[in-house]
Structure formats: C-alpha cells, structure tokens
C-alpha cells in the first residue's frame, strides 16, 4: 500500500446530511466499506446529541465497528468530553479538531485557537494516564487551514504554527484541512511541505473537499508535497453547509479510481467500493456527487 | 494573461445534448461568454447536419460570432469538406481532429489514422492556396490520445507520433484530447511533457475531460509539464455518451476559479461567467455538473 485512503463517510458525511440514519444501515456501511478494503474508517464524532443527533449514537457504532478485523476505527471529538466517551466505547484512534481560524474555533468548539491548543494538551496527558493497551493514538485536524468561511483569509504560518503546537502538546500525527474548499494546489503543495518540515513523522495527511471541483487537483498537489494519507467520503457523501447545496468532502471512489490508474496502490477494491457507494445513493434516494459511481471504473486502460 | 482559456461548449457542449438549442440561444451564449472575458470560442462543428442535427446552424452561428470583437472564432471540423464550409462562413481558427485510436478514427471520421494525416496534409494544402487574408489557423486536437473506449490502452509512442505527423502535415498546433475522461495527472503530465519537447512552438493545449472527477488533477498536472492552454465547457454543458450520464468537459468557471486561486491569470471575469453558466442551466431547466455556479467563487482568500 502506497497511500492511505481514511474514510469519514460515515462521520463527516452522515453529519452534513440532515436525516439521522438508523444505526444498523451505518453498521452495514462501515462493514461494506472495511470488505471493500478500507483499512480506517472515522466512524462518528461524539458531540452532544442536542447539537448532532445524527451522531446520538456514536458509542454504539464504535463498540461495533471495533469488532470488524483489520481496520482501524476512528472517531472525532472537539474536547474532553467526547474523548473521555469516544474511550469508554473503545475507539482505538481519536481525531481532535482544533481550527486555524479564531471565528470557526469559537463557532465550532467555542474555544479559542489557544484554548484549543491547551486542551489538545490535556486531552493527551488524560490519554496517558490510561492503562497500557487503552491509550488511543490521537490525531489533530487543523482546519480552515486554507481559508475560512467565518474569517475568510487565514495566515499560512498561523495555521502551521497551530500544526506545530498541536505536535508539541503530544498529538501522534497532525493533519491539516481544507474542510470548506478553499484550497487551491499551489497553496496545498505549498503548505504541506512545511508541515512536512516542520513536523517530520508526526506530519498528518490532508483532509479536501471538492467544493469547487478542486479536490483531486489538491490531492496530487499534496503527494507531490510527500503527503501519504487522504481523508475522503465515500459516493462524494455530504456536503458543506456553507454555502448552500455545494458538495463537501472528495469522493473517496474518484480517489481511489485516480490513484490507481497512475500506479498508486491503497490495498482498496475500487469495484466493491463502487458498490458501497452506489448502496448508499439508494439508500439515501438521491444522486450523490460522485463521478465515479456514475462513470464506473476505467477498464481498458491502464497507466 | 498567463493561460488562454479556450471555451468550448457552444460546440462539444451542445454537441452532446439531444436537444437543438435555437440559434438565437447560441448567439446569446457566445456573446455572453465574450463578455465575460473568453479570448477564443469554439462555436460550431462543421459536420453533415443528419449526423449531428445540433449543429445545422453552424455557418450562420460562425458568421455572427465573427462580429463580436476581441474574441478568436473557432470551428471544428472532420474533414476537407467541413474545412470548406467552415473556411466559406468565414471561420478564422479551425480544429481538425484526429484520433490515436484506430476504431475510433473509423468509428468517428471513417479514416484510418494515417488516412486522417493524409486528410489533414490535404486541408493544410488547401488553406495555403487561399488569397492572404483568407487562410485559417489550423489546430490539430490528437483525441482517445490518453486511452479510447473502443480500442482501450493506446500506446503513446503512437499518439506522439499521430501529433508529430499532424505537425510535419503543417498543422499551426497540435494538442492532445483526453476525450474519453481516462487521463490521470501522471499520464497527463509525461504526454505533454513529450508533445513540448517534439513540437515545441507547435505544441498545443488540452482537451480535459471530468469524467471521474479527475479533470482539474490533470489541468495541474499539465500546468506543471508547461501547457499553457485548455480547453473546457463553461457549465460543465455536455456529457460523455459512453458511459451513459458520465459528465464531459471540464467546467471552464471550476478552471478558472483553480487557476485565479493559485494566482494564474486568465483575462476572464469569473462572476460574468459564473452568470452565463447560470443562465444556461435555466434554459436547459436542469443542473449542470459545474461546482462553482453552485458554490460560487472564492470570495474571502486569495493564495
């Protein structure tokens, strides 16, 4: 496996979408996925209920995507709380998110950027003070790291200084995301070379939406950057709320169908993938902005 | 301006609908496109009106597009035939295609592809006959050069060698077509980076496509091999017919919003287009597959 593909369907993508889906479809999802070769899937964000009820049942999907062989499972949490129970059911891997916008960090987790930073900090000393074998490895998310909707410009060495303190408050790996589609390839490129300066192995991998029909093109700017792991939805799933209708994360089939025809491999069925996705629009009984779940795989030809 | 922006959709747009649009409509359409900044549109396609009834006006929509100052007219045509009927409305820059792919050069203009070389060295023979003043630009777009739906793999030492030839025929530019949506941003830049250093001045632009999601991935990937031209379709307007419902061109308002992001300058006015786009989906009365006429352009950031 060259490339790590980790999926936030069921996260990022179930949460944009309005309607709560019942629990045994995200259950049958999640299993789809990990057969069609997923090896980490983000499985919900535990958020009270009253803000996201789409993600009431966090706990339960995490106790059961762990049963599942070979995949990593994630969840996402904005503070210690959702920490604390994303632990208690089990979650192997944790995404924080801290923002590189003052606006989004006060909108999003109503701290600010230093709040954030200083309960990333305590969030990993809690991390440590569990027994050994039930530590989870914790990731950051540093988003609006390529402009924000709230704030609009972001400063590019603000947004990677919140990466560097985000690494030296003991997060394993840091990320950074364009989670409204602003982010263009040369700014990409441009951004995770530094953070794979400054950061060396703790340098996380690049969350990209496809708002303006960027996002592959930031996903090759980004491994021309050295990135080695991308965040993406499967059937394109969700969307962004600002602004209204605009699609959201990259879809994680037109990745993976890109990756493959320049040789890139990800261990992932493209095929089976295709299928899950397909089963999603059905479910959801509404075209979704994948291309690939339209066009299908390219057969004959191979790079 | 740094990248020419060659719009196509009034001809590979319109192309691909089923539907007639009124030559009043197309009229509309170009002038607001040479509103909104496009320096070179590809109106018509020269072609026997029983084949492709869509473009029976293409003499009159040339005749009128050439009133509008400032923009460069384009035509396309198969073959002499076309070439004279464009050449009679008064046509200042003509597209020849070819193609890398035999069963589709039969399949498309019943030529082989050294009969297309042939055809092509012909037109160029022909239009150096005309009386100074009168003798078109003649551009040579190489289609099915990154893989065909018919044949499959095409080898790119041939599709090379089909450019090289249109070149030697006399052709003033020759480009690739990625016709088909099967290019990836490795192919794409290893293919341009050999068309450059084969033609040099010569060297043409792409013809993307964004049939699995991948086409501005490949725009960036051609940016980088040192293309300077591309072809696309403001609204995303048109579509592949194989495979059914898989999109077209690339959006031209999702290129140019990427390239204004990343500080490349096209000499075009993203919220006029945005608008002619717009306005093209109320009169077609369904969503095109652009992003940016849904998400609208980058306001607050700028690389």
Request: charged content about 20%; some cysteine.
């Amino acid at each position: 496996m060259d490339i790590l593909v980790s999926e936030v369907g069921p996260r990022d993508g179930l949460q944009s979408i309005k309607r709560a889906m019942p629990t045994a479809v995200k259950h049958q999802w999640i299993r789809a996925l990990a057969d069609a070769g997923l090896k980490e899937i983000e499985v919900a964000s535990f958020v009270p209920p009253k803000l996201l009820p789409q993600m009431a049942d966090a706990a339960e999907v995490v106790r059961e995507a762990v049963k599942i062989p070979g995949i990593t499972v994630l969840a996402l949490v904005p503070n210690m709380r959702g920490f604390q129970d994303a632990v208690a059911a089990g979650a192997p891997k944790i995404t924080l998110t801290v923002s590189a916008s003052e606006a989004h960090s006060m909108s999003n987790i109503r701290m600010t950027c230093a709040q954030a930073i200083e309960s990333a900090r305590r969030i990993v000393e809690f991390r440590d003070s569990l027994p050994a074998g039930h530590r989870p490895l914790i990731e950051v998310g540093v988003s609006t790291a390529f402009g924000c909707t709230l704030q609009g410009a972001v400063d590019e060495d603000f947004a990677i200084s919140m990466a560097v303190q985000c690494a030296q408050a003991g997060a394993d790996s840091v990320g950074l995301s364009d989670s409204v589609g602003y982010a263009n390839p040369a700014q990409i490129r441009r951004m995770f070379k530094r953070l794979n300066a400054e950061l060396g192995d703790k340098a996380g991998g690049a969350h990209l939406h496809n708002t303006r029909g960027q996002g592959l093109a930031n996903v090759f700017a980004a491994l021309e950057a050295g990135v080695d792991s991308f965040e993406s939805s499967f059937g394109e799933l969700g969307g962004c709320p600002v602004p209204k209708g605009a699609t959201g994360n990259i879809a994680t089939e037109d990745l993976v169908s890109m990756l493959h025809e320049m040789g890139v491999e990800t261990g992932i069925d493209l095929d089976r993938l295709i299928e899950a996705a397909r089963e999603a629009q059905r479910v959801l009984g509404r075209p979704l902005g994948s291309h690939t779940i339209v066009a299908g795989p390219v057969d004959w030809h191979r790079a």
